[in-house]
């Protein structure tokens, strides 16, 4: 008789370790949790390093992901207005298309506390006074952009209560109306909001 | 068809049932033999009573008579559901064979499909209805409508559908009555299966031209004008787009419908638009 046999397969061999490294890192790590627990932002960039340790879940998420970006939509109106509005929405994030941003969005939506947030371009920026309030009727939406909501941060200033830190020269401020937050959650940013008073956010 | 139905008239045909509920394979066994034997003294109108047992609980022996009228409607609802579950016994189900629900197919499926259709529903569910009352209030104006297809992305309530029907012809498609040569006849052929699919769903497969029902009116515009246009009139973004008119804001217009669809299989956008048979001022 010789000597047993070894499994080809990686997963029975002594090294199991290896190849199941990232969930049992994923375990190790889920425990200690993240560095600061009142920080929104700092919580979603660390789950975000989480969700890539695991073997299943990217692909599950993928999978919704594209199953809510791919739902079929319509719109009903005058002949004129209804174009361009459907030319703004399927020419969103630039011209990759609806697909691509929504998809977006929805991965925001799902993976992250800030929730999903959505960069409003429009014909003339918004005319305010002192206090932040509207003087002007806000000019129609000309495109539509996703924002990586790990890089968006609420700040205590009621006319720009938002701040982009995405930008390679630095950060960015944006004026609450033109961002709208698609989604927020109980415990992201809309509860900064409402303790800062900036009630004006658009927010549902 | 007729011969189902004149069937119960011959002499073998079963019309009562002896239920044996908690008999053991030995008693069963003793209760068809027993059957046998009045069928061999008796002749063939012994084989009016079928056995029917049960292996739970006491044994209990109940005799049904199919013919005898139903004496109220909870004895009417019992002796439906024992046909039922008898004949769902006989395939090796139980009662809920009979009836797909999202529930009882979950039999068939994985923890993991199971989960993950779970959450895809709900989270879809949360997601569409927010994302298009934000565009409708943030990014579509005021006399544009906008709507999802279908709120709900997971589309598992139609599937368990089909499942129910696939289910059904295939026990139709595999059923048989043998006769004493043993020669056997099947319930439907494999034609018949396919058009019966084919006329549940299109998924299944296409009709031809003949077997189209075609529509009383042949007329779609009429169809179309005395469906669509209440519809249309009532949404809160054409109200005001006719109201607009009427104030003399905005023009009269076509009024048009434009849809946004993705193919999953091939990943390619599609964007349809369909002129209206109306124009604003029509509907103001």
Redesign the interface.
Known sequence: MGELMGSKQSRLQADAKTAWGGFINLGHRLAQGPNEAGDGQGFDKWLNEMLFCDPVLPG?IA??TS?????????????????L??H???NADGGR???HF?EA??RS??CRDMGGF?E?ARLYPPQVDADGDLITPLA??TA?YNMDSTKARWVRDKLNPLRYEGLPSGSMAFSTWWI?Q??PTPIGGAGIVRCTGATSI?S? | MTDWEQGNLDPDFIDAILLLTGADEEQFGQAMAAREQAIDSKGNAAKRLAVLANLSDEVKAQLLFLRRRPESLEQFEARVRMIYEGYAMNLGRDISFWFPSPYSARAYRTKNEVQGEERAAVESNVFHPKLQEALQRYVVPQTVHFEFNNPAVSDRDELFRLRGFAAVAKTLYESYQEDNTGARQYLITQAEARLYLAEADARFGRLTVEQEPSSETQNDMDLARTIDKPYYAELPAVQSLTEGYRRGWWPDEQLIERRWQFDKLTGHETVAQRSRPWRVADLA
Do not use: D, H
Not at chain 1, 70 to 81: D, E, F, P, S, Y
């Open positions: 599950m999978k919704l199953a809510l970006a791919g739902q079929g939509w319509k719109l009903v109106g005058g002949r004129n207005t209804a174009r509005t459907s703004v929405l399927e298309g609806w697909f929504s969005v929805a939506y799902l959505v409003l129609p939406v539509l709208g698609a989604t658009q549902c």
